[in-house]
């Protein structure tokens, strides 16, 4: 085949890549912007606040699995190739998000409501545990090496692009729909267009070009999992740090829909018109995250976190004046959301060089489940506990700088291999020899 044979084949692969990615997300993430209606739906009691940490104990229960799927799919990446994991991990999530969408509620069926949600959930964890090292992988291994960093940032790019459309979607509904419609039946409407939308990415996902060359993949699911805990375990203890600060905030931008609702005391369309001002900010952001491939990764993701860590402070004083209008506090969540997502390219491309291609799949997948799953799955559930407890509006705000202090000396402990130090394409010729 041609040189520009090649070139085109990869290109087709990456968005076909980028779209199974953001439908994973979609399904995964849309969850969080109706955990309201949901807690109503699937959780009794008068309590309002108990049927939402229900709801979103329930979201956070997802992560669980996520390791797992990490392990179990990342490994077969490894050991088959990245298509046959896509193929796999986009048939899991289409048919997790098809049990949330179709299981009756707590007034109809009684305690197998919500059981039959928490197994939709974890469903939805391992296959969003396998997807992340799987695409990842797939993006950064088809790239040109002096584009590595702009084409591994649309792993971020999808997941924006699911915020926004989950979003979107809120927003629509809730233009459309009266109150009592969206709590009945209008929150399952995203659920059901994701599940219907699945089987076309999948047939798109089922003709993707494999990345990995069959001298470098890994020969058995043991000796991957082995591998990774025998020479790699300090990427994997500094990576789930880096992935810390960089979870925490997205799972609280996520969140912003519903702390607009319970705790500013913003109506339904204020709040997710504010999640989803902040999805358009953060994909403007994304687009700064081609600069690591010109400045280094590392250097581009210090200097964007301690950007990010400068203003959340006087960002949130803002937010939660009681002074503050709307259009205020929009405006300000929107240059939050664009500030932080400028270094989240830089942070994928940095912790996907940092695995050789053997393992790149499962350790890359491994390190993010474990951020996620330990901060990420947890975040919405401690923020609204602790809100709560402490009647202090300002926790979203302390709980974001302690995860991105953290994450910054986790980056500053993390030496990238030396062969991507140098030059990318150093990387690629020793990885082909290996």
Partial sequence: MSRSGIVTLSFKGRVAV??????????????????????????????????????????????LTRPLGAAIIGSYADRVGRRAALTLTLLLMASGSALVALTPTYAQIGL????????????????????????????LESAPPEKRAAVTAWQAHSQQLAVFSG??????????????????????????????????????????????AANTVHR???????DLLR???RIIVCGIFIICGGTVSTYVFTYMTT????????????????????????????????????????AMLVATRVAFLLILYPAYRGITSPDATATTIITINVL?????????????????????????????????????????????????????????????????????VAAIVAILMLAPRKDTARDPRAALAVEAAR
Avoid: C
């Fill in 18 to 63: 980028i779209i199974g990615n953001y439908l994973e997300f979609y399904d995964f993430l849309v969850f969080t912007f109706f955990a309201v209606m949901i807690g109503d739906a699937f959780f009794p009691g008068d309590s309002e606040i108990g049927r939402l940490l229900g709801a979103l104990a329930t979201f956070g229960a997802g992560f």
């Fill in 259 to 298: 702390y607009a609702i319970t705790t500013l005391g913003l109506s339904a369309a204020v709040g997710t018109t504010l999640t989803l001002t902040g999805a358009v900010a953060s994909i403007a952001g994304f687009a700064l995250g081609a600069w690591a491939d010109r400045f280094g990764r590392k």
């Fill in 231 to 233: 020479h790699h375990g």
């Fill in 336 to 404: 939050l959301n664009f500030v932080f997502a400028t270094g989240i390219g830089a942070m994928y491309v940095f912790l996907s060089e940092a695995f050789p291609a053997a393992v790149r799949s499962s350790g890359l997948g491994l390190v993010y489940s474990l951020g996620v799953t330990i901060f990420g799955g947890t975040t919405q559930f401690v923020v609204a506990w602790l809100i709560d407890r402490t009647k202090d509006p300002m926790v979203p705000a302390w709980y974001q700088i302690a995860a991105n």
């Fill in 112 to 139: 197998a409501a919500p059981v039959i949600l928490l197994i939709a959930r974890l469903i939805q964890g391992f296959s969003a545990g396998g997807e992340v090292g799987a695409a990842t992988s797939y993006l």
């Fill in 167 to 212: 979003s979107l979607a809120g927003v629509i509904l809730a233009a459309l729909l009266t109150r009592e419609q969206l709590y009945a039946w209008g929150w399952r409407v995203p659920f059901l267009v994701g599940a219907l939308v699945a089987p076309v990415a999948l047939y798109i996902r089922r003709q993707l070009p494999e990345t990995v």
């Fill in 220 to 226: 058995s699911t043991g000796g991957v999992l082995a």
